[in-house]
């Protein structure tokens, strides 16, 4: 059962109704923010809606709390899995960098980015992509047509995940063991800065065009998933703010 969930968590990350922050961004404007640090500790996650997996049980848990002044969302997984999700529409090409805040208390002992049974992460972060159904292979087209069938509507057809790894050196980009369809990305990795608060900048049209050597299509949603249900550890993590930027800083 693990393994259906994880196709789910994968290829189909996105795959529970959408619920939208409302930023499409305006001329002008050089950042699209999406903001923890304006909510109330302890009260809701607006914007935000849970992704959850048939047949897993445990669930990571989510809540607002206060870090260092500001209201930041801290992830408690347990064995579990879970996520958040919201819906975007953003042209990457118009704000091409991501940047974003993030802690975690540990890495997971057991997470392996080439196993099944490894894919696990103290922290992810998760950018969908709208890519066009004739770029697709037939099977790919399939699923996708078999999903829509099922849930109503169709899913995102290319993600970058950019993980908290274990072992895997900062940048590298590995295929997701379930699907080359999600391409994740250590944007953290190992022991070293545990319990520091990590400011990472992506620029995620180059990233794009590295995992799938194409231009990316439009930005359809993003996630935030703290997960320990396969090597059955623990982790807490952290997330701040994030920003698609038209800055590169080139």
């Given at each position: 059962m693990k393994a259906i969930r994880r196709v789910a968590a994968g290829a189909l990350v996105l795959?529970?109704?959408?619920?939208?922050?409302?930023?499409?961004?305006?001329?002008?404007?050089?950042?699209?923010?999406?903001?923890?640090?304006?909510?109330?500790p302890g009260e809701a996650i607006s914007g935000w809606q849970p992704m959850t997996?048939?047949?897993?049980?445990?669930?990571?848990?989510?809540?607002?709390?206060?870090?260092?002044g500001?209201?930041?969302?801290?992830?408690?997984?347990?064995?579990?899995?879970?996520?958040?999700?919201?819906?975007?529409?953003?042209?990457p090409n118009a704000y091409p960098m991501l940047a974003w805040q993030w802690k975690v208390n540990r890495t997971i002992d057991g997470g392996d980015v080439t196993k099944k049974s490894g894919d696990d992460y103290a922290a992810r972060l998760y950018i969908?992509?709208?890519?066009?159904?004739?770029?697709?292979s037939f099977l790919e087209r399939a699923k996708r047509a078999a999903f829509r069938m099922v849930y109503g509507q169709t899913p995102p057809s290319a993600a970058l995940t950019y993980v908290w790894g274990n072992r895997v050196p900062v940048g590298s980009m590995h295929p997701n063991?379930?699907?080359r369809r999600v391409q994740m990305i250590?944007?953290?990795?190992?022991?070293?800065?545990?319990?520091?608060?990590?400011?990472?900048?992506?620029?995620i049209v180059e990233d794009f065009k590295r995992a799938f050597g194409t231009e990316p299509p439009r930005i359809t949603g993003i996630a935030v998933m703290t997960d320990s249900d396969n090597t059955g550890e623990s982790a807490t993590a952290w997330y701040g703010?994030?920003?698609?930027?038209r800055e590169t800083g080139d």
């Open positions: 795959l529970a109704g959408w619920v939208t922050v409302g930023i499409a961004g305006a001329e002008g404007d050089t950042c699209l923010p999406i903001r923890f640090s304006t909510m109330i997996f048939e047949k897993i049980s445990a669930h990571t848990r989510y809540v607002l709390v206060e870090d260092q500001r209201t930041v969302l801290r992830a408690d997984s347990q064995s579990s899995a879970s996520g958040l999700v919201t819906s975007l529409d953003i042209d969908t992509f709208d890519e066009s159904p004739e770029k697709l063991p379930y699907t250590a944007a953290d990795s190992g022991p070293a800065h545990v319990n520091e608060w990590r400011s990472v900048r992506r620029n703010d994030i920003c698609f930027s």
